[in-house]
């Protein structure tokens, strides 16, 4: 599977926008680029994806670089319920099954 | 929407024991299912996945094994438990056999083997 790279840390405030980003430079043609979040003790939740274009949905902003080795999770105004490790993930087109590769991810400090 | 329930939430266990981790979802059919693993501190490791009744896909060789004996019904054991077994086990499910389907968790079941 293609690997991403993603800063361990951030922090934010609250009520500001926060530029969560990842590199995935050894993507495929076929790779969909899939974004969860996980809150302390809960399973990982759903945020958005994309294969090429950007992506907005009512949780978040998805920027996709034209050469897509790099894209960047947008909240538009960080609440402290937001507070989280967010994770970037390559899902390999061609297949049906949701076998998805979670790195460290990034943990995402949001202060009041 | 589908719902998935995992039982028991939190469990301690002796080594040598045998473990059972129950997950069943609803409000869909014919889910592809999966078990992850968690360790402290770290990202999350696919275990198994299934793709229908009886059918079970295995990623990484361990001490664990799991079973589905029903389309909604996801079952992840062992006979004797490690301590190295310790950590957050998730199950999930994709509604969408797509390439593009996201992936629905439940809350977890935290299992510490002493």
């Known amino acids: 599977d293609a690997k991403t790279t993603q800063p361990n840390s951030m922090e934010s405030n609250e009520e500001e926008p926060v530029h969560l980003p990842c590199n995935h430079s050894t993507i495929s043609g076929t790779d969909y680029i899939h974004w969860y979040r996980q809150l302390p003790s809960q399973g990982p939740e759903y945020v958005i994806h994309g294969l090429t274009s950007n992506v907005n949905n009512r949780m978040a902003s998805l920027a996709i670089a034209e050469d897509r080795k790099s894209s960047t999770l947008i909240l538009h105004r960080a609440t402290l319920r937001d507070a989280a490790v967010y994770y970037c993930?390559?899902?390999?087109?061609?297949?049906?099954?949701?076998?998805?590769?979670f790195g460290q991810g990034t943990i995402l400090t949001v202060h009041p | 929407s589908q719902t998935i329930h995992q039982w028991p939430a939190t469990l301690v266990q002796p080594v040598g024991s045998p473990l059972s981790l129950e997950c069943t979802v609803e409000?869909?059919?014919?889910?592809?299912l999966y078990w992850y693993r968690q360790a402290a501190g770290r990202g999350l490791q696919l275990l198994f996945y299934?793709?229908?009744?009886?059918?079970i896909s295995s990623e990484v060789p361990q001490n664990l094994s799991a079973s589905r004996p029903q389309d909604r019904q996801f079952i992840l054991s062992s006979k004797k438990l490690l301590l190295s077994d310790s950590g957050f086990y998730l199950c999930a499910c994709s509604m969408i056999p797509t390439p593009t389907g996201e992936l629905f968790f439940g809350e977890g079941s935290r299992l510490t083997v002493l």
């Open positions: 409000g869909t059919s014919n889910p592809n």
């Open positions: 299934s793709v229908g009744i009886g059918q």
């Open positions: 993930i390559l899902r390999a087109g061609g297949t049906s099954y949701g076998k998805l590769t």
